[in-house]
């Protein structure tokens, strides 16, 4: 399973955007890039998943560049509310978040 | 999207006792379930992976007779927390896949004193 890196902690403030960058060295040829979000006691909560290219839905951007070797998620205009920890996953599909890595956990400021 | 739920949402139990959490999708029916546990700050560790009407693959490291997995069907996977300790206080997540989706339960809360 391929590895994830992302940074620790990422601060910010409202109506900023945030760009969370994850690098996956050993991604494989099938594997997917998801996002997810988790607040404190509650699930992680689905965000945006891609295989190349970008992909845009309502709550953020998926970047990822030709080698696939990174992507970079773009949260617009943040608010307080998306203060959160930030799990990048790599994965055959969307079926298979087995390995999540430390996440990166975003406070974002009034 | 699709939901999972979890019950209870959180529990306190005496040591030596044993806890049973449900987890089910309430409108798909799930090929594969997952459970997870998650300490203070810190990230999900998948415990077991299982497959409805079979047994469990647990991960290195987390004790099969210790958790008790059952996947009797499609849409409902439990986990019994046997002779639990202190240090099995913790926050559980169970998931659902359906096809090439994935859902996160809100997770159980397990305290044991």
């Known amino acids: 399973l391929a590895k994830t890196t992302q940074p620790i902690s990422m601060d910010s403030y409202e109506g900023q955007e945030v760009n969370i960058t994850c690098s996956h060295n050993?991604?494989?040829?099938?594997?997917?890039i998801t996002w997810y979000q988790q607040f404190p006691s509650q699930g992680p909560r689905f965000i945006i998943q891609?295989?190349?290219t970008k992909v845009t839905n309502e709550v953020a951007s998926l970047f990822i560049p030709a080698d696939r070797k990174s992507s970079t998620l773009s949260l617009p205009r943040v608010s307080l509310s998306d203060t959160a920890v930030y799990y990048c996953?790599?994965?055959?599909?969307?079926?298979?978040?087995?390995?999540f890595g430390g996440g990166t956990r975003l406070m974002v400021k009034p | 999207g699709a939901v999972v739920s979890q019950h209870p949402s959180w529990v306190i139990c005496k040591s030596g006792t044993s806890v049973k959490i449900e987890c089910r999708s309430l409108?798909?029916?799930?090929?594969?379930m997952f459970w997870y546990r998650q300490f203070p700050k810190q990230s999900l560790m998948l415990m077991a992976t299982s497959n409805e009407g079979s047994k469990a693959t647990y991960e290195q490291g987390v004790e099969k007779d210790k958790f008790l997995i059952n996947h009797a069907s499609l849409t409902l996977s439990t986990l019994t927390v046997t002779s639990a300790h202190p240090e099995d206080s913790s926050f559980y997540i169970c998931s659902a896949r359906t096809n090439y989706e994935q859902y996160f339960g809100p997770g159980t809360r397990l305290t044991v004193t």
């Open positions: 409108d798909f029916q799930a090929t594969t």
């Open positions: 996953l790599v994965a055959l599909r969307a079926g298979n978040m087995l390995t």
């Open positions: 050993n991604i494989a040829t099938n594997d997917y």
């Open positions: 891609g295989y190349k």
